[in-house]
């Protein structure tokens, strides 16, 4: 007889909610935290890496229980994170301050409410997730921190994700699970950069691993950020490598603490740090200095190499991560491109895998608000019920936590089952050049369910600068931008360099649920170029809100069949680019070329009276930026997007009613 499927809560965790507070809140089962810093670990070859243990403790020395451990792979320097995570063991900051500080906001009006955002979410236990949580050790659980190998105070070269890491991971579980003090389970968690390597660490099935918990991480960091659609993530990537690289000359003070000091082990890691101070950064600077593909490097070849080591590093295998998973991201986080991807691959039922997504950047997900009446509970809270539930076998409730817990754009929080939802369907939007009057763009075009094209016409769109003042800055350089509401909430100082097409108004609400795909008619001038798309929300005052953006550079645009996915009638809903060097194919100056342009899966409502708007762009850095060679071929030449009854324009777009 088949399992009925559990019935699942809504966003708010329904009457499990208050009892998995209480777990957080409440009194706990141990008072002390007992470190055990600098431990050396020597891995299978010969490489030294160090990992702080902290255990539950009473009269001053760590109880002899053996109990589940929640471990952290660390990029960024354990040390410095351990520092910023024992304020929070400081009385009153975790319970009176934070909360103070994440009620106060910008005055409404002031054009800086994006502040207000980014700090009531110091409320929602996102803090508290990101840093060293010891209150989990004293709820009854170790933890492990490791700085990953070549950062921080361990040995060897940084691998930046490649294979390496899993190996290196796999042992020193291992490690743990030989240890007095482990019961042979073990969590994975982290935040970021740990988020990433916690999805890393578990796509080998490793029995040992029992929860996953991945905090604004990403599966699949070329399509998220390292080349989307062939232009790489200029405003991180320019500087993201040299932190990592500047962390990891920190001193390894912890070991002087602990009595751990080993000269030998400290020259060798010093040697280390000599032999590759700037690990990536020759790559990233190849790729802009370079003048055609063959002053290209072997380094920066491989980034633009599906089947190289450095590229299958950069992807979790989610088909092969078997223990229960639980991912936060946000629409414009970072890694925000993916995450409805890895929920849909991980080979897991709904009661075992979790996906919440915000309307937020990378500085939080976009959370603010958890914990309130009628809202999810803390992230904090949910990440104890979720190590609770498949570390200790508590029956929590937790698994009957809504599958999908997504803010609606324009909307409010939702608990779904299935990104698109089952009250959308696909329907293409063309393009048209019937003037909407309402887009101070370029071009203020028309967006109809219908081809309304009565003839040829070209539009030009140049490259230009104006994308800096956008939510695609916003989002690439961490959300920092989006304090702004001028940019982060208004793509309208953008549009000034794009081409718009926008609807009539809708008269009911209006759900679009999924990824997106443009389907666009382009010519060039010259042998390469670079599009960008993006869907908006126009509000009935002007207002252009940014929901989802896509970017393609011409000569990378070979798809994937074998992943990308269609509807029944053939049209793209998600297309995925090999985006590789040697499927490179220039362009045909003069000629129609017909581009099927990938935008960020999203979920949305249209309020009554708002319009569906798509731009087009020929730029949107500091958000991407083709590599050289491909600025050289294509001279940053103007562009144009031809609008021709017998071949139009469209985008393909998953709503829940038409628009006319």
Same mark, same amino acid.
């Given at each position: 007889m088949a399992t009925a499927e559990p019935e699942f809560t809504g966003i708010d965790g329904g009457k499990y909610a208050a009892a998995w507070t209480a777990a957080v809140d409440g009194p706990q089962p141990y008072a002390e935290i007992?470190?055990?810093?600098?431990?050396?670990?020597?891995?299978?070859?010969?490489?030294?890496?160090?990992?702080?243990?902290?255990?539950?403790?009473?009269?001053?020395?760590? %109880?002899?229980?053996?109990?589940?451990?929640?471990?952290?792979?660390?990029?960024?320097?354990?040390?410095?994170?351990?520092?910023?995570?024992?304020?929070?063991?400081?009385?009153?900051?975790?319970?009176? #301050? #934070?909360?103070?500080?994440?009620? %106060?906001?910008?005055?409404a009006g002031s054009g800086l409410e994006g502040l207000t955002d980014l700090s009531q979410q110091l409320r929602s236990g996102a803090l508290q997730t990101f840093l060293h949580n010891f209150d989990l050790v004293k709820a009854g659980y170790n933890m492990v921190h490791v700085d990953i190998r070549g950062t921080g105070t361990s040995q060897g070269k940084w691998q930046m994700f490649?294979?390496?890491?899993?190996?290196? +991971?796999?042992?020193?579980?291992?490690?743990?699970? +030989?240890?007095?003090?482990? *019961?042979?389970?073990?969590?994975?968690?982290? !935040?970021?950069? !740990?988020? %990433?390597?916690?999805?890393?660490?578990?796509?080998?099935?490793?029995?040992?691993?029992?929860?996953?918990?991945?905090?604004?991480?990403?599966?699949?960091?070329?399509?998220?950020?390292?080349?989307?659609?062939?232009?790489?993530?200029?405003g991180f990537a320019a500087f993201w490598p040299m932190v990592v690289n500047l962390a990891k000359f920190a001193p390894d003070v912890e070991s002087i603490i602990a009595g751990r000091f080993d000269p030998g082990?400290?020259?060798?890691?010093?040697?280390?740090?000599?032999?590759?101070?700037?690990?990536?950064?020759d790559v990233v600077a190849n790729a802009y200095t370079a003048m055609n593909t063959g002053q290209l490097t072997a380094g920066t070849r491989d980034l633009m190499d599906p089947d190289s080591e450095l590229r299958r590093g950069l992807k979790a295998d989610s088909a092969n991560v078997t223990a229960p998973t639980f991912m936060v991201s946000g629409w414009w986080d970072l890694f925000g491109s993916t995450p409805t991807d890895t929920y849909r691959a991980l080979p897991q039922t709904p009661d075992r895998k979790k996906l919440v997504v915000g309307e937020g950047f990378h500085a939080g997900a976009g959370v603010k608000g958890f914990g309130d009446p009628g809202m999810p509970p803390r992230l904090d809270v949910l990440q104890r019920a979720w190590f609770d539930r498949w570390l200790k076998g508590i029956d929590n409730g937790i698994d009957r936590f809504s599958p999908l817990t997504l803010l609606q754009q324009g909307g409010g929080w939702i608990a779904s089952d299935a990104l698109p939802s089952a009250e959308t369907g696909y329907r293409r939007?063309? @393009?048209?050049?019937?003037?909407?009057?309402?887009?101070?763009?370029?071009?203020?075009?028309?967006?109809?369910?219908?081809?309304?094209?009565?003839?040829?016409?070209? @539009?030009?769109?140049?490259? =230009?600068? @104006?994308?800096?003042?956008?939510?695609?800055?916003?989002?690439?350089?961490?959300?920092?931008?989006? %304090?702004?509401?001028?940019?982060? /909430?208004?793509?309208?100082?953008? /549009?000034?360099? =794009?081409?718009?097409f926008t609807s009539a108004p809708v008269t009911r609400p209006t759900v679009i649920s999924g990824?997106?795909?443009?389907?666009?008619?382009?010519? #060039?001038?010259?042998?390469?170029?670079?599009?960008?798309?993006?869907?908006? *929300?126009?509000?009935?005052?002007?207002?252009?809100?940014?929901? !989802?953006?896509?970017? #393609?550079? +011409?000569?990378?645009?070979?798809?994937?069949?074998?992943?990308?996915?269609?509807?029944?009638?053939?049209?793209?809903?998600?297309?995925?680019?090999?985006?590789?060097?040697?499927?490179?194919?220039?362009?045909?100056p003069g000629l129609p070329l017909v581009l099927d342009i990938a935008l960020d899966p999203t979920e949305a409502v249209l309020q009554p009276g708002h319009r569906l708007r798509v731009d087009v762009y020929a730029s949107n850095f500091?958000? =991407?930026?083709?590599?050289?060679?491909?600025?050289?071929?294509?001279?940053?030449?103007?562009?144009?997007?031809?609008?021709?009854?017998?071949?139009?324009?469209?985008?393909?777009?998953?709503l829940s009613a038409e628009i006319s």
């Open positions: 007992i470190p055990d810093l600098a431990q050396p670990v020597t891995l299978s070859d010969g490489t030294v890496i160090k990992l702080d243990v902290t255990r539950p403790g009473s009269g001053g020395r760590a %109880i002899d229980a053996k109990l589940p451990t929640i471990v952290e792979f660390e990029t960024y320097s354990k040390v410095a994170i351990n520092l910023a995570s024992v304020l929070l063991q400081v009385p009153g900051v975790d319970d009176v #301050l #934070l909360p103070w500080i994440g009620s %106060i906001g910008a005055p490649g294979d390496q890491e899993r190996q290196d +991971a796999a042992e020193v579980i291992d490690w743990i699970t +030989a240890q007095p003090w482990s *019961d042979g389970s073990v969590a994975v968690k982290g !935040t970021s950069a !740990t988020g %990433i390597a916690a999805l890393r660490a578990a796509d080998r099935g490793n029995p040992a691993i029992k929860a996953v918990f991945s905090y604004i991480g990403s599966g699949d960091l070329v399509n998220d950020i390292v080349a989307p659609g062939g232009a790489v993530g200029f082990q400290q020259l060798k890691w010093l040697q280390d740090r000599l032999a590759d101070p700037l690990t990536m950064v939007m063309y @393009l048209n050049d019937e003037s909407s009057g309402t887009a101070n763009s370029l071009y203020d075009g028309g967006l109809s369910g219908e081809p309304r094209q009565g003839g040829v016409r070209d @539009l030009t769109v140049a490259p =230009g600068v @104006l994308g800096v003042c956008s939510r695609d800055t916003a989002r690439i350089l961490a959300g920092v931008p989006s %304090i702004v509401m001028a940019c982060g /909430e208004d793509s309208r100082i953008w /549009e000034n360099n =794009g081409l718009s990824p997106v795909s443009a389907h666009l008619n382009t010519v #060039l001038d010259q042998p390469d170029g670079y599009w960008v798309v993006t869907v908006n *929300d126009v509000s009935p005052d002007g207002r252009s809100r940014e929901l !989802t953006s896509g970017q #393609l550079v +011409a000569s990378l645009r070979q798809i994937d069949e074998s992943r990308s996915t269609r509807t029944a009638d053939g049209d793209y809903t998600r297309p995925v680019y090999h985006i590789d060097l040697d499927r490179r194919e220039l362009v045909t500091p958000k =991407g930026l083709p590599p050289m060679p491909i600025l050289v071929d294509s001279k940053l030449a103007p562009q144009h997007l031809r609008l021709d009854p017998d071949a139009p324009s469209w985008v393909n777009i998953p």
